[in-house]
């Protein structure tokens, strides 16, 4: 087998690939970035996007979101699919940020993996974006990603997160797994990984040949 792709050299070349790593949610307050990512789950931020101007537009903090009728917030949420399951985890989410912490967004992972509906990788992705503290979010891309550059063979997002964590250079953590989700994203596609234009390609272990 060949051996991992050098964690240094990756991330020299996806910083010069992906100079600018940004968050594809669109959102202004911390309440926003954990909505939002919350609903992206089974869908494109894009999509995602497309329905959170009318859904902050008419319930812009979690009072008024914990107390939204059901129907019109599934109603704003259909495009996103599993309307009804995601309308009841919003509103589930807003009535707990009341309840447990004034109807703000906590800014520590104890506390937000707390709340209905948020595991780690949620919570990293508010705490990096919204908050800009160090955190690792590891989603289906970037599982994939490193377990094809050999640095994990795991499938478990909290062994890989941790695996990340000793690599990956602490002030790096939130551009670093940005990178990485993107070249998952688009590049290292799940199915047909698109090795031919990958900037890691002859670094690779898992590269095709073309
Ligand atoms: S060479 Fe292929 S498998 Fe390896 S990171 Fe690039 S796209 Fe993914």
């Not at 890989?160 to 939130?174: A, D, N, V, Y």
Request: with cysteine.
């Amino acid at each position: 087998m060949k051996s991992a792709a050098p964690v240094g050299e990756v991330l020299k070349r996806l910083e010069a690939s992906i100079p600018d790593p940004k968050m594809e949610l669109t959102y202004r307050s911390p309440f926003e970035l954990l909505v939002a990512t919350v609903l992206s789950a089974q869908t494109t931020d894009r999509m995602v996007n497309r329905v959170t101007p009318a859904l902050f537009g008419r319930y812009p903090d979690p009072k008024a979101l914990a107390a939204s009728n059901l129907a019109d917030l599934e109603e704003i949420l259909r495009p996103t699919g599993f309307f009804h399951r995601k309308a009841l985890h919003v509103r589930e989410l807003a009535a707990a940020l009341l309840q447990k912490f004034d109807g703000r967004v906590p800014d520590r992972m104890d506390d937000l993996v707390t709340l209905p509906g948020v595991g780690r990788k949620t919570a990293s992705v508010v705490l990096a974006h919204a908050f800009h503290k160090p955190a690792i979010f590891v989603d289906t891309h970037v599982g994939r990603v490193c377990r094809r550059l050999g640095w994990t063979r795991s499938d478990n997002p909290e062994k890989i997160e941790q695996t990340l964590s000793e690599l990956l250079p602490r002030e790096l953590w939130i551009d670093s797994a940005s990178r990485l989700l993107l070249h998952g994203r688009y590049i290292c596609l799940a199915k047909n990984p698109l090795c031919g234009q990958c900037v890691l390609s002859d670094i690779c272990p898992s590269a095709l040949s073309s």
